[in-house]
Antibody, heavy 124, light 108 residues
Framework: EVQLLESGGGLVQPGGSLRLSCAAS????????MSWVRQAPGKGLEWVSA????????YYADSVKGRFTISRDNAKNSLYLQIDSLRAEDTAVYYC?????????????????WGQGTLVTVSS | EIVLTQSPATLSLSPGERATLSCRAS??????LAWYQQKPGQAPRLLIY???NRATGIPARFSGSGSGTDFTLTISSLEPEDFAVYYC??????????FGPGTKVDIK
């Protein structure tokens, strides 16, 4: 059974930093691109960042480029998101999501498994 | 960036009724469109991929159609557990992967 378990969210002041983690199990982690998708309170879904299976390619939404850093440790079956220079508009539930299709080096297509999410609240 | 719009924003129906949800893309996405269901407090669930293919375990009452810029998700007969928010998402253009704003299906 595929499981994704996020952690690391919390309350942080504007300008602060957080590191989100996602522990994966039940599939060959290194074979799949992974993404972070966020959802502001009462709002829709926004793709934030993605990383290839090998970790060699990373991608970011324009809204977070330069402030967020995605990484993975395939030996630990873990995905990470380093979030710096946090803004109020970054307040959201952050989900890690597995790519639907296993294509070496390709970006994620759709998202077939999601974690339960971790809430990041940016407020003074 | 491809923008997805969904209509209506809210659909009020009764159990047993047919639901028809629309997703329109700002440019052609071929058949590269998915639909997700999200219930309150839960993560999204993949329902349909590549416009018309049901994901594993998705009941047959869910069907998708369309290509190019216009897509439809149909729920043939609403079950109580189908009242939720539905999002479309495209994989034609990268980056980014974009989602529509969602359609809420609520109980009339």
């Amino acid at each position: 059974e595929v499981q994704l378990l996020e952690s690391g969210g919390g309350l942080v002041q504007p300008g602060g930093s957080l590191r989100l983690s996602c522990a994966a199990s039940g599939f060959t982690f290194s074979s799949y691109a992974m993404s972070w998708v966020r959802q502001a309170p009462g709002k829709g879904l926004e793709w934030v960042s993605a990383i290839s299976g090998s970790g060699g390619s990373t991608y970011y939404a324009d809204s977070v480029k330069g402030r967020f850093t995605i990484s993975r440790d395939n030996a630990k079956n873990s995905l990470y998101l380093q979030i710096d220079s946090l803004r109020a508009e970054d307040t959201a539930v952050y989900y890690c999501a597995k790519a639907f299709t296993m294509v070496r080096g390709a970006p994620p297509d759709y998202f077939d498994y999601w974690g339960q999410g971790t809430l990041v609240t940016v407020s003074s | 960036e491809i923008v997805l719009t969904q209509s209506p924003a809210t659909l009020s129906l009764s159990p047993g009724e047919r639901a028809t949800l629309s997703c329109r893309a700002s440019q052609s996405v071929s058949s590269y469109l998915a639909w997700y269901q999200q219930k309150p407090g839960q993560a999204p669930r993949l329902l349909i991929y590549d416009a018309s293919n049901r994901a594993t375990g998705i009941p047959a009452r869910f069907s998708g159609s369309g290509s190019g810029t216009d897509f439809t998700l149909t729920i043939s007969s609403l079950e109580p557990e189908d009242f939720a928010v539905y999002y479309c998402q495209q994989r034609s253009n990268w980056p980014p992967r974009t989602f529509g704003p969602g359609t809420k299906v609520d109980i009339k």
